[in-house]
């Protein structure tokens, strides 16, 4: 299986904070890797697939920027509801497998 | 608009098959565009994906639950559906159901719609 490291594992910022998570592959998984954000209680939500596309619906302060083995999102502008776990996920091979997380929260 | 709800039993005895249900509704299950899949999460291990499934009934299983991992697909009803057996207490979890885009070859992409998951304790 293919593993997925993100870092760091936790971090505390401010409203209006930019904000970079990184994910690292354990091999080249070309384009293939989403980001979804995990509000407590709810489900995953998809935020960025193929590694830069913006999913319908979801802010433009969101991007995602990387190719093969290293990726990273960014949040321009930190708001009150990005305040979540972030995750990330490669879809290059069977079975998809997730980074362990990034807990995003208050300073 | 586009929802998964998951249905089943919340406790399950070990040793016993665990069953979900995931109704969809909004977009046919039999869309060439979508697979459907089960994904479980843990507070130890994080986010795992079980399963997944096309409208032909081809399968994708992860190699750590092939042997115990069944998914199958109602086109009549709109849904598909999980069993797991001879669970031990490694299998409680909340359990979601997911579609997967599929853009005509290679693997299952991104996971863009996701039911509210269902906590499934395994218990005697």
């Known amino acids: 299986d293919i593993q997925m490291t993100q870092s760091p594992s936790s971090l505390s910022a401010s409203v209006g904070d930019r904000v970079t998570i990184t994910c690292r592959a354990s091999q080249s998984i070309r384009s293939y890797l989403n980001w979804y954000r995990q509000k407590p209680g709810k489900a995953p939500q998809l935020l960025i697939y193929?590694?830069?596309g913006l999913q319908s619906g979801v802010p433009s302060r969101f991007s995602g920027r990387g190719s093969g083995t290293d990726f990273t999102l960014t949040i321009s502008s930190l708001q009150p509801e990005d305040f979540a776990t972030y995750y990330c996920q490669q879809s290059y091979t069977i079975p998809p497998t997730f980074g362990g997380g990034t807990k995003v929260d208050i300073k | 608009q586009v929802q998964l709800q998951e249905s089943g039993p919340g406790l399950v005895k070990p040793s016993e098959t665990l069953s979900l249900t995931c109704t969809v509704s909004?977009?046919?299950?039999?869309?060439?565009?979508?697979?459907w899949g089960w994904i479980r999460q843990t507070p130890g291990k994080g986010l795992e994906w079980i399963g997944t499934?096309?409208?032909?009934?081809?399968?994708y299983y992860n190699p750590s639950l092939t042997s115990r991992v069944t998914v199958s697909i109602d086109m009549s009803k709109n849904q598909f559906s999980l069993k797991v057996t001879s669970v031990t207490a490694a299998d409680t979890a909340v359990y979601y159901c997911?579609?997967?885009?599929?853009?005509?070859?290679?693997?299952?992409?991104?996971?863009?719609?996701w039911g509210q998951g269902t906590l499934v304790t395994v218990s005697s």
């Open positions: 193929a590694a830069s």
């Open positions: 909004g977009v046919s299950i039999s869309s060439t565009t979508f697979y």
């Open positions: 997911a579609r997967q885009y599929f853009y005509g070859s290679g693997s299952p992409r991104e996971m863009d719609y």
């Open positions: 499934i096309y409208y032909t009934g081809s399968t």
